[in-house]
């Protein structure tokens, strides 16, 4: 299974998914009533469960009623499988989901498999958030009946009734063989409908809905300190390189990147520690630090699959400028800081085979094209004062 990140914030946060349980909700239960009652239902009273609303994000297939987001327990109670080309021991990270492929029968599905928990999930703790069913080629639509809202049914409706039931799409794409209609409520909460030229009917509907349930359970945060924040060792002085990750601020040595208990255990105080308490698997967050009266801006990261709390996550960069206060005061491996002249600065990293990359008023240094964002130190230049001397410096190490 490819994963890939949602790129956006649903309700709260958008993500986590619990690694412990998922609360029931109304979609769970309407999808067991109608597991238990498959095979029972009439027409019409598939066409009431429906309903006519597109953004319900509901679908018929073959007299069970589907409405997504649903559990991974719910689908599979239907008598979807995995298909045995998929690993059912993936894990999904938070504010992830991954296409995966399910078979019932003849017919096969893929399905989007989402974790909005605070911590990383087996697929059994995950939500399906999403299917694609194409009549096309992998269901056979004269054996298998698929209908969505308004009483439309994949092999049968026209580019006309899909318009008479739904209105007119957010978007249109024409390609050669088939005419797609997406109706989008919001960022991944969309129902695309492919109908195909040759017949002009819908045979494939591809149906997205990652908004977070009522009353989701989320998970847990673990109390444990994790072994990357224990491990951690404050170095003893600073390195002879530019881009040694030890660097000094404030007074104290650190080596980036480092946790925000090692900047605690320097006098420094979190503020407003209570609206964030925790940090996502994989997440971020942005708090303030105050240390001597001095209030600085961090960006922390959380370098675990699952929760945890804000001092076991990790600063990456520290910044220092001439517009700061001097009792701030930072300095990196080198012995370089504010002043440090440019010409002198790309020397010494042509020396150890560095890339010396200069934009606008900017150098950034950086030991080779795949570390350009990752690990490099930066230096501002004030042109209004002096372009040749250092008016800020900065050092990233993830």
Same mark, same amino acid.
Request: aromatic share 10%; net charge negative; charged share 30%.
């Given at each position: 299974?490819?994963?890939?990140?949602?790129?956006?914030?649903?309700?709260?946060?958008?993500?986590?998914?619990?690694?412990?349980?998922?609360?029931?909700?109304?979609?769970?239960?309407?999808?067991?009533?109608?597991?238990?009652?498959?095979?029972?239902?009439?027409?019409?009273?598939?066409?009431?469960?429906?309903?006519?609303?597109?953004?319900?994000?509901?679908?018929?297939?073959?007299?069970?009623?589907?409405?997504?987001?649903?559990?991974?327990?719910?689908?599979?109670?239907?008598?979807?499988?995995?298909?045995?080309?998929?690993?059912?021991?993936?894990?999904?990270?938070?504010?992830?989901?991954?296409?995966?492929?399910?078979?019932?029968?003849?017919?096969?599905?893929?399905?989007?498999?989402?974790?909005?928990?605070?911590?990383?999930?087996?697929?059994?703790?995950?939500?399906?958030?999403?299917?694609?069913?194409?009549?096309?080629?992998?269901?056979?639509?004269?054996?298998?009946?698929?209908?969505?809202?308004?009483?439309?049914?994949?092999?049968?409706?026209?580019?006309?009734?899909?318009?008479?039931?739904?209105?007119?799409?957010?978007?249109?794409?024409?390609?050669?063989?088939?005419?797609?209609?997406?109706?989008?409520?919001?960022?991944?909460?969309?129902?695309?409908?492919?109908?195909?030229?040759?017949?002009?009917?819908?045979?494939?509907?591809?149906?997205?809905?990652?908004?977070?349930?009522?009353?989701?359970? =989320? %998970?847990?945060? /673990?109390? $444990?300190?994790? #072994?990357?924040?224990?491990? &951690?060792?404050?170095?003893? *002085?600073?390195?002879?390189?530019?881009?040694?990750?030890?660097?000094?601020?404030?007074?104290?040595?650190?080596?980036?990147?480092?946790?925000?208990?090692?900047?605690?255990?320097?006098?420094?105080?979190?503020?407003?520690?209570?609206?964030?308490?925790?940090?996502?698997?994989?997440?971020?967050?942005?708090?303030?630090?105050?240390?001597?009266?001095?209030?600085?801006?961090?960006?922390?990261?959380?370098?675990?699959?699952?929760?945890?709390?804000?001092?076991?996550?990790?600063?990456?960069?520290?910044?220092?400028?001439?517009?700061?206060?001097?009792?701030?005061?930072?300095?990196?491996?080198?012995?370089?800081?504010?002043?440090?002249?440019?010409?002198?600065?790309?020397?010494?990293?042509?020396? =150890? %085979?560095?890339? /010396?990359? $200069?934009?606008? #008023?900017?150098?950034?240094? &950086?030991?080779?094209?795949? *570390?350009?964002?990752?690990?490099?130190?930066?230096?501002?230049?004030?042109?209004?004062?002096?372009?040749?001397?250092?008016?800020?410096?900065?050092?990233?190490?993830?």
């Amino acid at each position: 299974m490819k994963m890939k990140t949602l790129a956006m914030v649903l309700t709260a946060c958008m993500m986590m998914a619990p690694v412990s349980a998922f609360a029931a909700d109304a979609t769970e239960e309407a999808a067991a009533e109608t597991t238990e009652a498959a095979g029972e239902a009439t027409d019409s009273e598939i066409a009431e469960g429906l309903g006519d609303d597109i953004y319900s994000f509901s679908m018929e297939f073959d007299g069970q009623i589907m409405k997504f987001p649903m559990t991974y327990q719910a689908f599979t109670d239907m008598g979807w499988e995995l298909s045995s080309r998929e690993d059912p021991d993936t894990k999904v990270s938070t504010n992830s989901y991954g296409l995966m492929t399910f078979n019932k029968g003849a017919s096969s599905v893929y399905a989007d498999v989402i974790n909005l928990g605070i911590n990383e999930a087996g697929l059994e703790d995950c939500l399906i958030g999403g299917i694609t069913v194409d009549g096309s080629y992998d269901i056979d639509l004269s054996t298998v009946s698929v209908k969505l809202p308004g009483g439309l049914e994949l092999g049968k409706a026209t580019l006309d009734d899909i318009k008479a039931a739904y209105g007119e799409p957010s978007d249109t794409y024409e390609g050669d063989l088939y005419t797609k209609l997406t109706y989008e409520k919001d960022s991944y909460q969309e129902v695309e409908l492919s109908v195909y030229k040759d017949d002009n009917t819908l045979k494939e509907v591809d149906l997205r809905n990652f908004e977070e349930p009522e009353d989701y359970d =989320k %998970g847990t945060v /673990s109390d $444990e300190v994790p #072994d990357i924040v224990t491990s &951690y060792e404050t170095p003893t *002085a600073l390195g002879d390189d530019m881009l040694d990750t030890a660097v000094e601020y404030m007074g104290d040595l650190y080596s980036l990147p480092a946790p925000v208990s090692a900047f605690t255990a320097n006098g420094w105080e979190i503020q407003d520690a209570e609206d964030t308490p925790y940090v996502e698997g994989g997440g971020i967050a942005f708090i303030d630090m105050m240390k001597n009266n001095q209030s600085i801006h961090f960006s922390v990261y959380n370098e675990t699959e699952n929760a945890t709390a804000l001092e076991n996550c990790f600063v990456r960069e520290l910044s220092f400028a001439t517009y700061d206060p001097e009792s701030i005061e930072m300095k990196l491996s080198g012995d370089i800081t504010l002043g440090a002249d440019k010409a002198e600065l790309i020397k010494r990293a042509d020396e =150890k %085979g560095y890339i /010396s990359e $200069e934009n606008d #008023d900017y150098l950034r240094i &950086y030991p080779n094209k795949d *570390a350009k964002i990752r690990n490099y130190v930066e230096f501002w230049f004030n042109k209004d004062e002096d372009s040749n001397k250092a008016a800020s410096v900065t050092a990233h190490h993830e």
